[in-house]
T-cell receptor, first 113, second 109 residues
């Protein structure tokens, strides 16, 4: 079965712009989590969605937001981009909220210039 | 938040055994995970421990002691392809996952 699909794979934006990233979970999976990975901070939790509702949120500013659609696909949006937002954004898909195993997508590499 | 510590780097020889330790401080513990991440790739799930003891899966084993806030990942019969970053992650009751900074393992011939 198809894995987790994230689009786009690479993105270059300028400061002040906004960006939307997309994640399609594994078919049948209903929980989607988003993470930011940088060399300095490692993997940091952004938020988790289940049944179109945000269930958990990490310690990121309000510029970071997300949503989940009825087909479990999820998007995350970052507004007013800053240089420090340059990172690999990873999406993880799980069967249910709290499932022990999460499957990660290949990520979207965002570069803010 | 959770405080998760693991060594930054480890080097071992092909065929050897390496043990990666992870210590954590948290409240509402609800599971410990190990992920493997090769450079430029997504993390892949290796193991999950929620009760004390050893979980074995082929060449990889993971151990948990909840009272000590301690886990280790044991990699046996090391192969060159095991060179990667190994991430320890702790989940708490609200299902949030917090990751350690990762341990880069280099396997040498």
């Amino acid at each position: 079965k198809a894995g987790v699909t994230q689009t786009p794979r690479y993105l270059i934006k300028t400061r002040g712009q906004q960006v939307t990233l997309s994640c399609s979970p594994i078919s049948g999976h209903r929980s989607v989590s988003w993470y930011q990975q940088t060399p300095g901070q490692g993997l940091q939790f952004l938020f988790e969605y289940f049944s179109e509702t945000q269930r958990n949120k990490g310690n990121f500013p309000g510029r970071f937001s997300g949503r989940q659609f009825s087909n479990s696909r999820s998007e995350m949006n970052v507004s007013t981009l800053e240089l420090g937002d340059s990172a690999l954004y990873l999406c993880a898909s799980s069967l249910m909220l709290g499932s022990p195993e999460a499957f990660f997508g290949q990520g979207t590499r965002l570069t803010v210039v | 938040g959770q405080n998760i510590d693991q060594p930054t780097e480890m080097t071992a020889t092909e065929g050897a055994i390496v043990q990666i330790n992870c210590t954590y401080q948290t409240s509402g513990f609800n599971g410990l995970f190990w992920y493997q991440q090769h450079a430029g790739e997504a993390p892949t799930f290796l193991s999950y421990n929620v009760l004390d003891g050893l979980e074995e899966k082929g060449r990889f084993s993971s151990f948990l002691s909840r009272s000590k806030g301690y886990s280790y990942l044991l990699l046996k019969e090391l192969q060159m392809k095991d060179s990667a970053s190994y991430l320890c992650a702790v989940r708490v009751n609200d299902y949030k996952l917090s990751f350690g900074a990762g341990t880069t393992v280099t396997v040498r011939a």
